[in-house]
């Protein structure tokens, strides 16, 4: 069960009118790694977990939070669409700087959403829920959620830097904060449970089932050999259980694939003209 309450988690009101800040802060709501995207992760991962317990409430309580921060961001980007010219656009293009806000901001804001936030990125793609990671598998969607912590605190420190707004700032500031406390978060859940089931996901998978002899081998694909020099090339393997290995040159382990032809309705290209030689047409497609 959820219930809204009406204040906001933190501050969410600029100095002034930005439209085309409003625009670029679509990014961290509605992007990839924006606030939608890890909202809905977190929450579908939690309505996941079979049974009750730390994980689901650190889940449930991360999710939550991230709603919080979807209404922040749609209030400040609301805000920041205030006396947006989307009168007689022609007219108002003519003052060159009007010009440059109508050429940088979003027309959907105008458009689509009435001067309010839109879930989508900063080119107006609507979000989509391929963006978002719940496998059942803990340890794996810990890493996922690590992973879009990162992005996302990376992409709100861009947007720091990209704006004199101290209103904007003092927000993005606060958002910044808690997705310090999230990635910290995440790598203690993930070291728990590494601690726990080991750092292979999934620990599970019986060890003689898979090629062993390739568990914890390095292969030199690509110019150069410094890759040789990491922690990753020698010594025991992170998860305990083998050595890393390196191949300076290494050899295929299989022949050449060869594909039987396809049937002739197929149509596709024949092998022996694939090959360089001339085909014949077969009688029964004259």
């Known amino acids: 069960m959820f219930y809204h309450v009406k204040e906001l988690q933190y501050h969410a009101k600029p100095e002034r009118p930005d439209p085309i800040f409003a625009r670029q802060l679509q990014e961290v709501l509605g992007g990839q790694f924006g606030e939608i995207s890890v909202a809905l992760q977190y929450m579908f991962q939690g309505w996941s977990v079979r049974g009750n317990g730390k994980y689901k409430d650190l889940l449930m309580d991360t999710g939550a939070e991230e709603l919080a921060h979807i209404e922040m961001l749609a209030t400040m980007i609301a805000r920041l669409l205030d006396g947006a010219p989307v009168g007689d656009l022609e007219s108002a293009a003519q003052d060159p700087i009007v010009g440059a806000i109508l050429g940088g901001m979003n027309p959907q804001h105008a458009i689509v959403s009435g001067l309010g936030a839109l879930p989508a990125d900063s080119n107006g793609n609507r979000w989509t829920a391929d963006y978002i990671i719940a496998s059942g598998n803990l340890l794996a969607d810990f890493r996922a959620n690590l992973n879009a912590e990162s992005q996302g605190r990376l992409q709100v420190a861009r947007l720091y830097a990209a704006t004199n707004d101290r209103g904007v700032k003092d927000m993005l500031s606060w958002l910044i904060a808690r997705d310090t406390m999230h990635q910290n978060q995440w790598i203690a859940a993930i070291c728990e449970l590494e601690e726990k089931e080991n750092v292979v996901v999934p620990s599970t998978f019986p060890k003689e089932l898979e090629k062993q002899e390739v568990s914890y081998t390095l292969f030199n694909l690509s110019q150069g050999n ?59 497609l004259y």
Do not use: C
């Not at 191949?247 to 003209?273: G, M, Q």
């Open 226 to 284: 410094e890759s040789a020099e990491g922690r990753w090339a020698s010594g025991p393997s992170m998860d305990g259980l083998g050595t890393f290995n390196y191949v300076e040159n290494p050899v295929p382990f299989a022949e050449k694939p060869t594909l039987n032809p396809a049937p002739d309705y197929i149509f596709d290209t024949p092998p022996a003209v694939v090959a360089g030689r001339d085909r014949q047409i077969p009688p029964h």
